[in-house]
């Protein structure tokens, strides 16, 4: 009886393995998915970066040594303080495109053609949110130098029923939501490349009903005795 209940009990794991969910299956995976999320030796350069609220920048003049500024913060609304100019907002913008804007504010009333070079030294504000199958699911700082293994590192790892072969990252690029699905033992084992993670990025680690039904079997073992001693 008990090897019977044993038998049902494995053949229902099998079929419902069989019959796991498929959610993220039609998402781009492989090639298509790089051309999504880029591997991090193709990352994302600092031109490209939009600057957030929390980051902290450097900005120089050339010939003007009293307006170049080591630190400077961007504040929570997305501003900093540009001496003689006063408030300028330069969130959401490249670096490149916050230095012609203070080049042209300085232009118009202070200096001849000024030559300015804004960098983000600091990036505090770019958090990744990691969700589904880790140890401790939340949201992270990273910087442009993250990777995927990265983020799932800061999050303590996958758990012991987390299918690997589909970890999924979320990303809205020109104001469109995309996906693209990695399979993170190839990535573990060099396989793959290391996708870059940028701020704004949703990790969700999938769940495996195979592996969780085989846990469930081997918990209820003893309770079977599926296990014989010869």
């Known amino acids: 009886m008990k090897k019977s209940s044993a038998t049902l009990l494995l053949l229902a794991s099998a079929s419902l393995a069989a019959c796991s969910s498929h959610l993220y299956s039609a998402l781009p995976s492989r090639d298509a998915a790089y051309s ?27 010939g003007e040594p009293d307006l170049n500024i080591e630190k400077l913060p961007v504040d929570d609304a997305g501003f900093i303080q540009v001496p003689l ?8 913008l490249t670096p490149a495109q916050a230095s012609t804007l203070i080049a042209t504010k300085l232009g118009a009333r202070f200096l001849r053609n000024p030559d300015v070079t804004l960098n983000v030294i600091e990036q505090t504000g770019q958090i990744v949110t ?12 990273v910087d442009n130098q993250t990777t995927l293994l990265g983020a799932i590192a800061l999050a303590q790892s996958p758990t012991r029923i987390a299918k690997l072969d589909e970890v999924v990252v979320f990303r809205t690029i020109n104001n469109q939501r995309l996906a693209a699905r990695f399979d993170l033992g190839r ?44």
Not at 86 to 92: E, H, P
Not at 130 to 141: H, I, S
């Open 85 to 92: 100019v006063g408030a300028v907002k330069i969130s959401t």
């Open 187 to 230: 990535i573990r084992a060099g396989q793959d490349p290391d996708p870059q993670i940028l701020g704004g990025d949703v990790v969700v680690v999938g769940f495996s009903q195979a592996k969780s039904i085989y846990r469930d079997v081997l918990q209820a073992a003893p309770l079977f005795n599926v296990f014989t001693r010869f």
């Open 36 to 62: 999504i999320i880029p591997p991090i030796d193709k990352a994302v350069t600092p031109a490209e970066y939009l600057i957030a609220p929390g980051d902290i920048i450097s900005l120089s003049v050339f």
């Open 130 to 141: 990691v969700e589904g199958q880790v140890m401790k699911a939340g949201a992270y700082p």
